[in-house]
Structure formats: C-alpha cells, structure tokens
C-alpha cells in the first residue's frame, strides 16, 4: 500500500516527520513525500534535521505571495503528483493551504486522505485567518480523522464525521519535541545568540495574518511596555521572514534595550531556546502545545484558540494583542512566583509523545483492511 505525505510549512515538517520516519520503518507501506515548498526557506532546515527526503518538490513560494496564487499554484502543481503516484491515501497535517488544497486534489481523484491534528475550533471562520476555513474544509474531505485530544474528537462528531473515522492520538508535536531533545542534550546550540541567561529569557513569536498591523503593533508595544517595567528581563524574539511582520517589528523594536531581534531558527534551537525561556508569549499554535512539555506558561497573544485544552488546563492564557494586557499578564507572572508556579507545574493536555505510531498502526489496520 503506498501513502503520499504532503507538506509546505515548518509546523507540518515537524508535526509530520515523527510520521514520516514511523512510516520508512512499517513493512507493508511504501511512503513518498511531497514538498510543495509553501515557505520554502523556513523548511529547509527542518528537512535536513529530521533526514526527511522528498521524492516530490514543487517549489512554489515567492515573496509576499497571496493566498489566491499560493493556491492555485499548489494544486496546480499536486495534479501531475498524484496521477503519477496514485496514492492508496494522501496524508496531510494541520490546518495551512497546503494541507486544505492537498485534500482538495485527493478528492477530485477520488483518493482518501487522512488528516493530523484534526478537529481544532475556534467556531470564528476569520480567527485565525485562513486556517479556520482550511482545517474544516480538510475535514469535510478527509476520510480519517486523527484527532490530538477528546475535545478535538468531539468537535469532529458534532459536525456529522462518523465515529469510526475518528482516532484520539495526541498530538505529534510533543512526539517531535521529546525525540529532538534526547537527539540534542549534549549540544548547546544558543552560544551564537546575545543572549545574557542570567536574565530572565523571555521568548516572543508572532506572525499571523490576523494580527497584521494594529495587532502587531499593540504586541511590540506590550514588549517595550514589559522591558521597560522588569529590568532583570530579556526579551528575544525570531522574527517570521514574512515582509509584514519585519517592517513593523524591526521598525519598533530593532533599536531597544533588551530586545534581542534574530532571524527564524532551526528546530533544535528554537527548542533549546523555549527550554532555557522563563515565559512564552506567542500566537502560535504548536508552541501552546509544546511549551507545556517543558515548564513554561504561554500567554497566548489571540483573541480566540483553537487549542482551549491549554487554557482550561491552566498551562496557557489568552490575553489578545492589546498592549496593555499582555504587559499586565507578563509582568505579573514575573513577579508572581505562586501564579507562575500554578502554570509552569500543570500538565499538558495534549499528548506523551507516542502519537506518531497511534497514527501508523490505525494507518497500517485501515489500509490492510481495505477500508477507502
């Protein structure tokens, strides 16, 4: 039985590469792998890391794209893909244009697709932009559903996917973080950044469409806010490549105290960087998912998660991107060593690291069993 995985995005090399090297050691499955090159620059170095080899790149990325070109180039590029590969399933993650427009083609070639991390709502289709819309529409095209938590589930039966289509695996995120920091342990790759870890670290990510201009600003805000108020604090930040992210941030912050800008890092960096952090701001989904794994509250910089398990569990919080909330929360869990601790202590909801082969063996009893 032969299963194409389709990727375009750091979030899905990594989320997909526990997969991808279950799959290369699983008798009975061939795999291929196609890359559709959605951000190019930033997979790169995941690709090399995880020893992931792509037997398909469509390369696709160009600066500033849109989401309409991005698209159509994509699916484009997939139709001479699967009708040479004839797939017995197409594998997608998450919830980018990639993944949705992968499962679009799978189905105008009537070939199954399974989708990981399925089931996340925020139930507001413009938060977070597009990814909302993506990751239901992959749900309508999907075949099975491999659901990181209960709630995920949940959310996929109450939309009408019949049960037995449904797995509850956890999330491979953390089956990634786990297997990078046992890779890694004895390697200390932070030595070539500014950073002063007497301080304490605290990392900033934030990049998506949704928070284009007033959001961002309000988030660069909260960051001088933040510095200027704590001064045994360092703030770091990787700044996403995206052209509306860099004006707004290197232009606000590239000049300030205690401020450390760098360019996007590999994983084993960004993971040793999160591991040595006091506290997390962000509005990434992943690291609200891995952040927990390793002791660190995340304040959540959204109006809406697709990821409640974290703020219910009390391991996360939404605090938006108004500037003056999120410096409110920062601070206060800086000074706060009883709220600090009930956050960093919590347990993470959303997986033990063991979700990569749950989501094999289920693809190994469905394909063997015929079951399109």
């Not at 899905?12 to 559709?36: D, F, N, Q, W, Y």
């Not at 399933?89 to 105008?108: H, I, N, P």
């Not at 990078?180 to 950044?193: F, G």
């Not at 347990?347 to 989501?359: E, K, L, S, T, V």
Request: aromatic share 4%.
């Amino acid at each position: 039985m032969k299963v194409l995985i389709v990727l375009g995005t750091r979030p899905e090399a990594i989320k997909l590469a526990p997969v991808i090297k279950h799959l290369e050691h699983t008798r009975g499955i061939t795999s291929r792998v196609c890359i559709t090159g959605q951000h190019r620059e930033m997979l790169e170095p995941f690709i090399k890391l995880f020893d992931i080899r792509p037997d398909y790149e469509l390369k696709v990325m160009q600066s500033n794209q849109s989401l309409f070109d991005l698209t159509s180039r994509v699916l484009a590029g997939l139709e001479g893909v699967l009708k040479s590969e004839l797939p017995d399933l197409v594998l997608v993650q998450g919830d980018t244009t990639t993944a949705f427009v992968a499962s679009l083609a799978a189905f105008y070639l009537r070939i199954p697709v399974g989708h990981v991390e399925a089931g996340l709502r925020t139930n507001d289709k413009y938060r977070p932009f597009p990814e909302e819309i993506n990751r239901r529409l992959i749900t309508h095209l999907a075949d099975l559903h491999f659901a990181p938590t209960e709630r995920a589930r949940a959310n996929l039966l109450a939309e009408g996917i019949p049960e037995e289509r449904v797995c509850v695996t956890g999330n491979t995120v953390i089956d990634a973080l786990l297997m990078i920091l046992e890779l890694t342990k004895a390697q200390n790759p932070l030595t070539s950044l500014p950073l002063d870890f007497t301080k304490r670290i605290i990392l900033v990510t934030a990049h998506r469409r949704e928070s284009f201009g007033k959001g961002l600003a309000g988030i660069c805000k909260a960051i001088r806010t933040i510095v200027q108020n704590v001064q045994d604090v360092q703030v770091v930040y990787p700044v996403h490549l995206n052209p509306n992210v860099r004006a707004c941030v290197m232009k606000e912050l590239s000049e300030h105290e205690r401020v450390v800008l760098v360019d996007p890092l590999d994983y084993v960096s960004f993971v040793h960087l999160m591991n040595g952090s006091y506290l997390i701001l962000t509005d990434s989904g992943g690291i609200q998912e891995e952040a927990p794994s390793l002791g660190k509250p995340v304040l959540v910089m959204r109006d809406v998660t697709e990821r409640p398990e974290a703020i219910e569990a009390g391991v996360a919080k939404l605090v938006g991107t108004d500037a003056d909330r999120i410096a409110t929360e920062a601070v206060r869990l800086i000074r706060d060593e009883e709220a600090y601790n009930k956050m960093s202590k919590a347990q993470n909801p959303f997986g033990d690291g063991h979700a990569a082969p749950r989501i094999v063996e289920i693809l190994c009893k469905v394909l063997n069993n015929g079951n399109r």
